[in-house]
């Protein structure tokens, strides 16, 4: 089995639509692809509808945490999406992302990029304006050269000149709320050092303690000695080690399946979550598999 769990679509800042994601995930040969979008679940419905056989889908999102400073993100998966504690956190932090994008595009013409709200409004059409949607922007604009080099302290990175904060759970009541909610947790990307500073390895331990289920071990911003270290650290402490592309459509390079997680730990998520069940394909539009 081939299992992609963490993907992006345009409910967010990918550039997929959620049908479009899932008939991709079909023809890079995937068995399992979770939509897991920041902040939000509003793409899961396009996305079942639009499953073929063999084709499972992974209801998730990606939680926008904050400790101690320090942004993380945590995968949600098989969560109840009508929770309302958890409902009510995600709503929060979907409806700052509109005041803080304005402000960071605010910023940025405070120092000369002749960005407009406009533009970012443009690029990120339905989807939750976040930083990619800004980053996508001052591509345009030839104010840097990727998305990801818009990300660096120069522009949009934490404590960046033009970086502004936002509604942020933190990492242990994220947790907690997605336990409530029959979920399974997941630390996304922890060893991302490229995109700024990390969590120590002391709070991975504690968010163990805590009730995280596992790490993202294997992903495109980890080089191998930090993907050997996050699997060393799963073992450590019990957790399950999964490895996702973070695929973003165009918005990235990377592709869907670069990364997999093993189908014995994808097992193991969907045996712990009780707030809801993997989408098997059910027949819809047939897609040619690689």
């Given at each position: 089995?081939?299992?992609?769990l963490h993907?992006?679509?345009?409910?967010?800042?990918?550039?997929?639509t959620?049908?479009?994601?899932?008939?991709?995930?079909?023809?890079?040969?995937?068995?399992?692809?979770?939509?897991?979008?920041?902040?939000?679940?509003?793409?899961?419905?396009?996305a079942?509808?639009?499953?073929?056989?063999?084709?499972?889908?992974?209801?998730?999102?990606?939680?926008?945490?904050?400790?101690?400073?320090?942004?993380?993100?945590?995968?949600?998966?098989?969560?109840?999406?009508?929770?309302?504690?958890?409902?009510?956190?995600?709503?929060?932090?979907?409806?700052?992302?509109?005041?803080?994008?304005?402000?960071?595009?605010?910023k940025?013409?405070?120092?000369?990029?002749?960005?407009?709200?406009?533009?970012?409004?443009?690029?990120?059409?339905?989807?939750?304006?976040?930083?990619?949607?800004?980053?996508?922007?001052?591509v345009?604009?030839?104010v840097?050269?990727?998305?990801?080099?818009?990300?660096?302290?120069?522009?949009l990175?934490?404590?960046?000149?033009?970086?502004?904060?936002?509604?942020?759970?933190?990492?242990?009541?994220?947790?907690?709320?997605?336990?409530?909610?029959?979920?399974?947790?997941?630390?996304?990307?922890?060893?991302?050092?490229?995109r700024g500073?990390?969590?120590?390895?002391s709070?991975?331990?504690?968010?163990?303690?805590?009730?995280?289920?596992?790490?993202?071990?294997?992903?495109?911003?980890?080089?191998?000695?930090?993907?050997?270290?996050?699997?060393?650290?799963?073992?450590?402490?019990?957790?399950?080690?999964t490895?996702?592309?973070?695929?973003?459509?165009?918005?990235?390079?990377?592709?869907?399946?670069?990364?997999?997680?093993?189908?014995?730990?994808y097992?193991?998520?969907?045996?712990?979550?009780t707030?809801?069940?993997?989408?098997?394909?059910?027949?819809?539009?047939?897609?040619?598999?690689?």
């Amino acid at each position: 089995m081939r299992i992609d769990l963490h993907a992006h679509s345009t409910a967010s800042d990918g550039t997929d639509t959620p049908a479009e994601l899932v008939r991709n995930a079909a023809r890079a040969g995937l068995d399992v692809v979770a939509l897991t979008d920041h902040d939000t679940t509003r793409g899961h419905a396009e996305a079942a509808a639009a499953l073929s056989d063999g084709l499972t889908l992974v209801t998730g999102a990606e939680l926008s945490c904050r400790h101690q400073g320090v942004g993380l993100h945590m995968l949600a998966y098989l969560f109840d999406p009508d929770e309302p504690n958890l409902l009510r956190e995600r709503e929060l932090v979907r409806d700052d992302r509109v005041p803080r994008a304005r402000t960071m595009v605010a910023k940025l013409r405070e120092i000369g990029v002749p960005i407009t709200w406009e533009q970012v409004a443009r690029i990120a059409g339905d989807g939750s304006v976040g930083r990619p949607h800004i980053a996508t922007a001052l591509v345009e604009l030839g104010v840097v050269e990727t998305v990801s080099d818009a990300f660096a302290p120069a522009w949009l990175g934490d404590r960046g000149r033009a970086y502004a904060p936002k509604h942020e759970l933190d990492p242990f009541e994220a947790i907690r709320l997605v336990k409530a909610a029959g979920g399974v947790t997941v630390f996304a990307h922890p060893a991302a050092s490229k995109r700024g500073r990390t969590v120590p390895e002391s709070v991975i331990a504690e968010l163990a303690a805590a009730g995280l289920d596992g790490v993202e071990a294997d992903h495109m911003d980890h080089d191998p000695a930090a993907r050997a270290r996050m699997r060393a650290l799963a073992a450590d402490l019990g957790l399950l080690a999964t490895g996702s592309s973070d695929y973003h459509g165009s918005r990235k390079t990377v592709a869907l399946g670069a990364y997999t997680t093993d189908p014995e730990v994808y097992a193991e998520i969907t045996r712990r979550a009780t707030g809801a069940f993997p989408v098997p394909g059910a027949g819809g539009q047939r897609v040619a598999r690689a």
